[in-house]
């Protein structure tokens, strides 16, 4: 799942960023509300975790502006301003979170989790698919009753094809969501990775999950190729 | 309950009570007045009737009854009684059924002039008149015979008059518990309709409540008396709006201020517990400058509530302007040429005046550092000094972007920024509001003008010798806001400085994160230096993460095996040999720090 998180404060971008990296999440970082709009614009997020209180742009101009080019990533407002009206005002600009400075770290990564789960129509923090079982609070990985130990980016492929099982996912896709921008994805790493994805949850007598569509992508289903 | 209106119903219902009482008793007195003399007149009229019944007839009094009129047809509404006496006393005549003489003649009863009452033996009262009748006597041959003279009584029963009276003042009464009874109703009507306004305004007035005071009372259709009232009603309540408006404001920039670096300390705390190793250096040294920025901002606060910079103000001294705006310039002078800023002073050395030394120079400081700082690149500070007899004046101007007149009053409130981003630590939008406070307390005033090409001036003015006030008013938000603050500020800075293994660990604080027991980790680190024995153990935090660092002597081995266990995972995190000069290296080490 890919995050972007605006916000002007160095120390929030640093801690708030390492928190979501190491829960799983690809994150891409803005400084101010016009970087953060250019961002939000360019790419489908899965979550957009945005300040109000930001240099140039200020943080419901973003929004408003994000909403009325028709995008729908789900948008978390984070904000040292605490009124009703300010929440109000957040939601009914277009947001689907509200949360107050400061904080509970295991808050906000338990709001971007719900928002990310939302996005792909999921209520559940567990995804289940034929023998596979997905949990993505403890972001652990069963089939069948066994355990598989996936490394973080395999997991987050995994999960990502999860949400979007018996849908044809491009690689370019993949990329959007599973990989951030400080990654310079090569041309042949969502192969490599889904390669070693399939080898790891391939038990005996298992079938396999992950499918190839030549020249379209992959998709997660049973049976298929 | 004591209302304006209870009371003017009651005063004017006992008012009209007692005015009519005193009507009634007015018109009843002069009716009964005039019914008596009416009645005294027509029984007078029976007397002198009566009277000419008395005649002369040979040398004697005679009563002729004929000439009396049937005396049941009397005009008065009662009957007619009558007595007459001769002049010795001898009853000449009396009514036919008077059964009890009445006063006059021989009687002994006494007559009164005019008419009068006169109690019968039988209760009845009777009305009495009295005459003397002197009928004329001629002799035989025409002359005057001698006068003889005649008492005449006649009384008339008064109980008709009574009745009268009595009907009369009924008729008095009656009328007047009606008017009374109409009165009673129609008084508090007309008194709620003409006291409404007030009425309503006063069930405006207890309708504030603290979260109304938006609320003005209309004047539009108050009575003359009340629209002052009103008025200034509406003069407290925006006063005290805009009051508690700023205060508001105040407590959520206050509020604001704090929460951003709250959370960020709380970030790097939560990441550090959630994911142990995390911890750099780097960390500490934010930490540290979270602390630092909390620390400045209330600094600042209670600065401007007390309206002191430092300790040492509070004494005047003769200060050289000129002097001083270099000294506060030279600091600057290397941002400013950063920026491509130009300065021109213009003060002239003999520029003195008379103030507290640490204000002037902490207001002129801000102004100064505010002008490097916010002047467009490349723009010109100008800074001048004008000095008459009894006051200076001290302007500061620069060019600078983006700043509208509508931000100009704004200059000086506490936390406003013209970009609300608060982005950054360094200016947190109290400069000026200091500032201002420093002024006031040497008697200065500091404003602020934009020109139409976009000149910020700021002008400092005051009386050129002046004696600081006291320091004692303190602004109570503050007073209150402080302590509070600091406390806390303090302590998260030291947990997390503990947590970050800074010099202020401490043991208890470490114990309780720790999750694997020393015996637990001696075991492990045994199985690093099999036979050894431990000769120190200590639970630390090294490189942001939290273990268990034991000293093992192996029999037979000079050098100390140091084995770091990890005290959350029991893990082994290193083993390393301490040979005998590393060791008191480290221990002298630890002398110097402790």
């Known amino acids: 799942m890919r995050v972007l998180l605006v916000e002007d404060s160095v120390r929030l971008q640093q801690s708030v960023g390492m928190a979501l990296r190491r829960s799983g999440y690809a994150v891409d970082v803005a400084s101010d509300g016009e970087e953060g709009l250019w961002r939000a614009e360019s790419l489908d997020y899965d979550v957009l975790v945005l300040d109000l209180m930001l240099p140039g742009l200020d943080g419901m101009t973003v929004l408003s502006r994000l909403r009325a080019t028709g995008k729908k990533t789900h948008v978390l407002l984070l904000t040292a301003r605490d009124s009703v009206d300010d929440r109000v005002r957040g939601l009914k600009a277009g947001a689907d979170d509200y949360l107050v400075k400061p904080f509970a770290l295991e808050e906000l990564l338990a709001r971007v989790e719900a928002l990310c789960r939302r996005a792909y129509g999921n209520k559940s923090n567990q995804l289940r698919f034929d023998d596979l079982e997905i949990d993505t609070d403890g972001k652990t990985v069963v089939r069948a009753g066994q355990p598989i130990k996936l490394k973080p980016r395999e997991y987050q492929l995994l999960e990502y094809l999860a949400h979007r099982a018996g849908q044809v996912v491009s690689q370019s896709e993949i990329e959007v969501h599973v990989y951030s921008d400080d990654v310079e994805v090569m041309s042949n790493v969502v192969e490599s990775t889904l390669s070693s994805l399939r080898r790891k949850m391939t038990l005996p007598n298992s079938r396999p999950l992950i499918h190839t569509r030549r020249g379209q992508g992959y998709i997660l289903e049973v049976g298929g190729e | 309950m004591k209302t304006i209106r209870n009371q003017l119903m009651r005063r004017i219902l006992q008012l009209e009570f007692s005015l009519l009482v005193v009507v009634v008793l007015a018109v009843f007195h002069v009716s009964r007045g005039a019914l008596i003399r009416g009645f005294d007149e027509n029984l007078n009229t029976q007397l002198r009737a009566v009277s000419t019944a008395v005649e002369m007839e040979n040398g004697h009094l005679v009563f002729d009854r004929t000439d009396l009129l049937p005396e049941k047809d009397s005009t008065t509404s009662g009957r ?333 409130e506490r936390f406003w920024r013209k970009d609300p981003s608060r982005t950054g630590t360094h200016h947190v939008g109290l400069g000026l509001a200091l500032a201002r406070a420093f002024a006031a307390r040497i008697g200065a005033t500091l404003t602020a003008t934009l020109s139409a090409e976009g000149i910020v001036t700021l002008r400092l003015s005051g009386p050129i010798d002046i004696a600081p006030r006291s320091t004692e008013k303190h602004y109570s938000v503050m007073k209150n806001i402080s302590p509070s603050i600091i406390g806390p500020v303090v302590t998260i800075a030291s947990m997390l400085l503990i947590g970050a293994g800074c010099s202020t660990d401490s043991l208890e604080a470490l114990a309780n994160q720790a999750t694997v027991t020393k015996e637990q980790a001696q075991t492990t680190a045994l199985t690093k230096a099999p036979g050894g024995t431990i000769k120190e153990g200590e639970l630390e935090k090294e490189n942001g993460r939290l273990v268990w660092s034991f000293d093992i002597a192996v029999p037979g081995d000079k050098n100390i095996t140091e084995v770091q266990v990890d005290a959350r995972s029991g893990e082994i995190v290193s083993v390393e040999k301490e040979t005998p000069s590393d060791q008191a290296k480290e221990k002298a080490a630890d002398k110097a720090k402790n």
Request: aromatic share 4%; hydrophobic share 45%; charged share 20%.
């Open chain 2, 80 to 412: 007619l009684m009558f007595q007459v006496w001769e002049q010795s006393g001898r009853e000449l005549a009396r009514s036919e059924d008077l059964a009890q003489s009445l006063p006059g003649g021989a009687t002994g009863l006494a007559l009164k002039a005019g008419a009068f009452d006169f109690r019968l033996t039988n209760g009845s009262t009777l009305r009495v008149a009295s005459g003397v009748a002197a009928p004329a006597s001629t002799n035989a041959d025409g002359t005057s015979g001698p006068r003889m003279e005649a008492t005449v009584t006649v009384a008339v029963d008064r109980r008709p008059l009574d009745a009268t009276l009595t009907s009369v003042l009924l008729a008095l009464v009656g009328a007047s518990v009606a008017f009374m009874g109409t009165t009673t109703l129609i008084i508090p009507w007309v008194v709620r309709k003409e006291l409404a306004p007030l009425i309503g305004l006063a069930e405006q007035v207890q309708e504030i409540k603290g979260t109304s005071i938006d609320q003005r009372f209309s004047t539009t259709h108050l009575p003359g008396e009340l629209v002052p009232v009103a008025s200034r009603l509406n003069e407290l309540l925006e006063r005290l709006e805009a009051t508690l408006t700023r205060e508001r404001q105040f407590s959520d920039d206050l509020a604001h201020e704090f929460r951003t670096p709250i959370a960020e300390l709380r970030s790097l705390a939560e990441v550090a517990i959630k994911w142990p190793g995390t911890w750099g250096k780097g960390n500490d040294e934010e930490v540290l400058a979270i602390a630092v920025q909390m620390e400045e901002l209330i600094t600042s606060l209670l600065a401007i509530s007390r309206g002191v910079p430092g300790q040492n103000s509070g004494s005047a001294e003769s200060i050289d302007l000129r002097r001083l705006i270099e000294t506060i310039w030279e600091p600057l002078s290397a941002r400013a040429k950063e920026r491509k800023l130009i300065c021109d002073i213009q003060v002239s050395t003999e520029s003195r005046i008379r103030t507290d030394p640490a204000l002037i120079r902490s207001i002129l400081g801000n102004l100064v550092e505010n002008a490097v700082e916010y002047t467009a690149t490349g723009g010109a500070i100008q800074i001048r000094a004008l000095l008459g007899t009894d006051d200076f004046n001290i302007y500061v101007s620069n060019p600078v972007q983006d700043l509208t007149q509508a931000d100009v009053p704004n200059l000086f």
